[in-house]
């Protein structure tokens, strides 16, 4: 697999640089490898001069990237809702049999294992002692061949190749059920989470229908989930779908203010002895790399896969806001970009003694 990107990954342009961010950590994934051994590169974002896509010019080996599940979301209200409410639309479309890319956290299953007749789960860690049938494997390279439907959980945001995948799965796969992240709601609300090492290229319901239609996939239904997340099913037709792309340049022009004032406001934090950084992602990741020179008492995240792990790129293990609770006046530094509401209220609701800064 090629692991820098020669065109746009949406229409095939040409790509020109927007701004570098220099030693960043290849991956977020908790780790227990010893801290000596991580590794940071530099971090290109380009252009697309033809459609306006923005993305990464190199990427990680997703060998690496996805070793290990590391965003089980079955514990934050937001996400909770989300696999609710996504369960509900697939359960709508009456599908039969249903391969699910990126499903080991068995969020889906759990709310449709009775109303599928056959679920199989493929997915690129490793994922023993799960309840369901299960396909280790890059669904980028995955023979789909006896595949009627698929559906995708924020998977698809994260795909290398995605005009190739579409390509792929066109001759077999009859109808596509998707969930995305609201990258519009992300761009407007300045969080850094629109694009990095995992979500790797800018995606949205025009892309979406852009894509899909080249391989004669026409959108059937779409719903929003709140300002999270869009819903689509595909479907493949026998005749071409003329959708057009549309150049957006106002995403490059936002990314390059984001970034900017993200650094602007990294750079003046100072983190004080002995304090936690929330949650345990690549933000709270990008803030560390910026103050190496605290003294943290480490991570707090509620994902239960992350705790009593190392976040890569730092000496610091990652705790449940459990924890909080035996503490007297603990000071968290709250990096959860969108989720920063939700995750205060649960911070006060467990010690109400404690100073948040937003970051």
């Keep these: 697999m090629d692991l820098e990107r020669r065109c746009c990954v949406v229409c095939s342009g040409d790509l020109e640089l927007l701004y570098t961010i220099p030693d960043v950590p290849i991956t977020f994934s908790p780790t227990i490898a010893p801290f000596e051994t991580d590794v940071s590169r530099e971090v290109k974002l380009c252009l697309c001069k033809q459609c306006g896509c923005v993305q990464l010019k190199t990427l990680i080996d997703p060998s690496i990237l996805y070793n290990v599940s590391h965003n089980e979301t079955a514990e934050t209200p937001t996400w909770k809702e989300h ?6 639309f697939v ?5 039969k049999r249903l391969l699910e890319i990126g499903g080991s956290s068995g969020s889906l299953y759990n709310h449709i294992e009775n109303l599928v007749e056959d679920y199989t789960c493929l997915d690129m860690c490793d994922a023993s002692n799960i309840p369901f049938k ?9 023979d789909f061949s006896n595949t009627d439907c698929i559906c995708m959980s924020h ?8 005009k190739t995948f579409v390509e792929n799965i066109s001759p077999h796969v009859k109808k596509v059920i998707v969930s995305i992240p609201n990258m519009n709601h992300l761009l407007s609300a300045k969080s850094p989470s629109v694009i990095f090492n995992e979500h790797t290229y800018f995606v949205d319901k025009s892309t979406m229908e852009w894509l899909f239609g080249q391989s004669h996939y026409a959108l059937r239904d779409f719903t929003e989930y709140k300002s999270h997340s869009l819903f689509m099913v595909f479907e493949k037709l026998d005749v071409p779908v003329d959708i057009p792309i549309v150049n957006r340049t106002y995403i490059a022009e936002a990314m ?39 003294h943290l008492s480490g991570f707090l995240d509620n994902d239960k896969a992350k705790q009593g792990r190392r976040v890569y790129g730092t000496p610091y293990y990652v705790r449940s806001f459990e ?12 990096c959860g970009g969108v989720y920063n509401d939700e995750i205060r209220d649960q911070i006060m609701n467990l010690n109400n003694s404690t100073h948040i800064y937003t970051i």
Aim: hydrophobic content about 40%; overall charge positive.
């Design 323 to 334: 924890t909080l609770k035996d503490i007297d006046s603990p000071i968290v530094y709250l």
């Design 83 to 88: 696999h609710l409410q996504f369960s509900r």
């Design 155 to 162: 998977v698809f945001e994260h795909l290398y190749n995605p």
């Design 256 to 294: 390059k203010m984001i970034f900017d004032e993200m650094t602007i406001r990294v750079s003046h934090v100072k983190i004080a002895d002995g304090a936690f950084i929330a949650p345990a992602g690549h933000m709270g990741q990008l803030l560390y790399s910026k103050i190496k020179s605290a």
């Design 134 to 142: 299960f396909v280790q494997g890059n669904c980028e390279t995955y």
């Design 91 to 95: 359960l709508k479309q009456n599908v």
